[in-house]
């Protein structure tokens, strides 16, 4: 029996149980269906179970019936189907409706059936799609972890984890040159699919993203403190007005003595984007033209590498930073940027079908810490758009 003929026969005969006009040997045939597979088994019960029938039910309510009946109508009458309510003879009128219980019987009928079929159709397709996730869910992509890898000025890699510290005093004796001073700053970088958190010497506290790279002195000696990032990461600086607080990014230099602030300045990325959450920085190019920009909680500062020109304005702060919170939250942002970021914290390659589908906008949130099935699902359910994994990489299409 074929597939489609058998989910016809099925769809009626549980259309039939659930009116209660099913024969035994019907209900034989029923039977036989259920024991083949579990699969079978599971699609009768969600076909059965009265909560989804009720959902079911509601929904036909919110469906304009109308039209198409009045379709049928055109089949079987022809052109005159509008005028089977006065102008045809009465002969046929009187079919109409003095019979109209036969009619009407005849349609509902059609229409369960329809309705039947279609509801089975909906349940297995979610069986089999179940079946598949869980035949693929030991290859799904996982999220990021903490760890990080700290390399010391004499090339020696330390791996650090949930479970580990940084021993700083111990790390900074066995950095210190013969006559007391340090001779490299270390380099804490995360790798894709990683975050990690570290306490500078003076209490400043950072947050790297994935894909990211710190550099910092042991101790701050002198008038100032400065560090390098690349990547992403928060700083929340400790306060010290004798010593302004610098934070390097590609031509770009942040000066402040305390406060919150954000920066993503990924190479790949044409643009450095600082967003500051509370007090106050200063901005300026590496090359030192041009004045400093000044930025007011609230405000981002867009700087273009090619030119060394940087724009200021109004976001979000809470948007921004939404990837230390457990969230990713994405707003006027299009599929090609969210990518770039998703592919940095699961760590998988990705390709458009076509460059229209890189340029859809979306605005949404996405947990930080589920499976990339998750994330599959919440973009399956927006609709229009097909992603499909093939091990580590994911193929964006229009669905």
Same mark, same amino acid.
């Given at each position: 029996?074929?597939?489609?003929?058998?989910?016809?026969?099925?769809?009626?005969?549980?259309?039939?149980?659930?009116?209660?006009?099913?024969?035994?040997?019907?209900?034989?045939?029923?039977?036989?269906?259920?024991?083949?597979?579990?699969?079978?088994?599971?699609?009768?019960?969600?076909?059965?179970?009265?909560?989804?029938?009720?959902?079911?039910?509601?929904?036909?309510?919110?469906?304009?019936?109308?039209?198409?009946?009045?379709?049928?109508?055109?089949?079987?009458?022809?052109?005159?189907?509008?005028?089977?309510?006065?102008?045809?003879?009465?002969?046929?009128?009187?079919?109409?409706?003095?019979?109209?219980?036969?009619?009407?019987?005849?349609?509902?009928?059609?229409?369960?059936?329809? *309705?039947?079929?279609?509801? @089975?159709?909906?349940?297995?397709? !979610?069986? =089999?799609? /179940?079946?598949?996730?869980?035949? +693929?869910?030991?290859?799904?992509?996982?999220?990021?972890?903490?760890?990080?890898?700290?390399?010391l000025d004499n090339g020696e890699t330390v791996e650090l984890g949930a479970d580990q510290t940084i021993n700083m005093e111990a790390i900074?004796?066995?950095?210190?040159?013969?006559?007391?001073?340090?001779?490299?700053?270390?380099?804490?970088?995360?790798?894709?699919?990683?975050?990690?958190?570290?306490?500078?010497?003076?209490?400043?506290?950072?947050?790297?993203?994935?894909?990211?790279?710190?550099?910092?002195?042991?101790?701050?000696?002198?008038?100032?403190?400065?560090?390098?990032?690349?990547?992403?990461?928060?700083?929340?600086?400790?306060?010290?007005?004798?010593?302004?607080?610098?934070?390097?990014?590609?031509?770009?230099?942040?000066? *402040?003595?305390?406060?919150? @602030?954000?920066?993503?300045?990924? !190479?790949? =990325?044409? /643009?450095?984007?600082?967003?500051? +959450?509370?007090?106050?920085?200063?901005?300026?190019?590496?090359?030192?033209?041009?004045?400093?920009?000044?930025?007011?909680?609230?405000s981002q500062s867009v700087f273009t590498r090619s030119d060394a020109s940087a724009r200021v304005r109004k976001v979000d702060t809470d948007?921004?930073?939404?990837?230390?919170?457990?969230?990713?939250?994405?707003?006027?942002?299009?599929?090609?940027?969210?990518?770039?970021?998703?592919?940095?914290?699961?760590?998988?390659?990705?390709?458009?079908?076509?460059?229209?589908?890189?340029?859809?906008?979306?605005?949404?949130?996405?947990?930080?810490?589920?499976?990339?099935?998750?994330?599959?699902?919440?973009?399956?359910?927006?609709?229009?758009?097909?992603?499909?994994?093939?091990?580590?990489?994911?193929?964006?299409?229009?669905?």
């Amino acid at each position: 029996m074929a597939q489609m003929e058998e989910q016809n026969l099925i769809s009626w005969l549980i259309c039939k149980q659930t009116i209660g006009t099913i024969t035994e040997e019907e209900q034989l045939i029923l039977s036989e269906w259920r024991k083949q597979n579990e699969h079978n088994e599971a699609a009768y019960q969600r076909l059965m179970d009265t909560d989804r029938q009720a959902l079911e039910f509601r929904r036909s309510q919110m469906t304009d019936y109308h039209r198409p009946l009045e379709d049928m109508k055109r089949r079987l009458f022809g052109e005159n189907a509008g005028a089977v309510q006065g102008s045809r003879p009465q002969a046929t009128s009187s079919w109409l409706h003095g019979s109209g219980s036969k009619y009407m019987y005849l349609a509902a009928a059609a229409l369960l059936f329809l *309705v039947g079929s279609v509801f @089975f159709y909906r349940a297995y397709q !979610n069986m =089999e799609q /179940a079946a598949t996730q869980a035949q +693929v869910a030991q290859a799904d992509i996982q999220p990021g972890r903490t760890q990080a890898v700290l390399t010391l000025d004499n090339g020696e890699t330390v791996e650090l984890g949930a479970d580990q510290t940084i021993n700083m005093e111990a790390i900074a004796q066995a950095q210190k040159s013969a006559d007391g001073e340090q001779t490299a700053p270390n380099t804490l970088s995360t790798p894709r699919g990683g975050e990690f958190k570290i306490t500078l010497e003076d209490g400043t506290e950072v947050w790297l993203n994935a894909e990211t790279t710190l550099r910092y002195p042991e101790t701050f000696d002198g008038d100032e403190r400065r560090v390098e990032v690349s990547g992403e990461a928060y700083f929340k600086v400790a306060k010290n007005a004798e010593k302004p607080f610098y934070v390097v990014s590609g031509g770009q230099e942040v000066r *402040v003595l305390g406060t919150e @602030f954000n920066v993503h300045a990924y !190479n790949d =990325e044409p /643009a450095i984007f600082t967003t500051l +959450v509370e007090g106050s920085i200063a901005l300026k190019p590496v090359s030192g033209n041009g004045s400093e920009l000044m930025l007011t909680p609230g405000s981002q500062s867009v700087f273009t590498r090619s030119d060394a020109s940087a724009r200021v304005r109004k976001v979000d702060t809470d948007v921004v930073t939404s990837w230390r919170s457990g969230v990713f939250v994405f707003e006027n942002q299009n599929l090609e940027q969210i990518m770039r970021t998703l592919s940095r914290w699961y760590d998988f390659e990705y390709e458009f079908a076509n460059a229209k589908v890189a340029k859809t906008e979306f605005m949404g949130s996405i947990p930080r810490y589920g499976s990339f099935s998750e994330v599959i699902d919440i973009f399956q359910k927006i609709g229009g758009i097909r992603l499909v994994q093939h091990g580590n990489k994911i193929v964006i299409s229009e669905n």
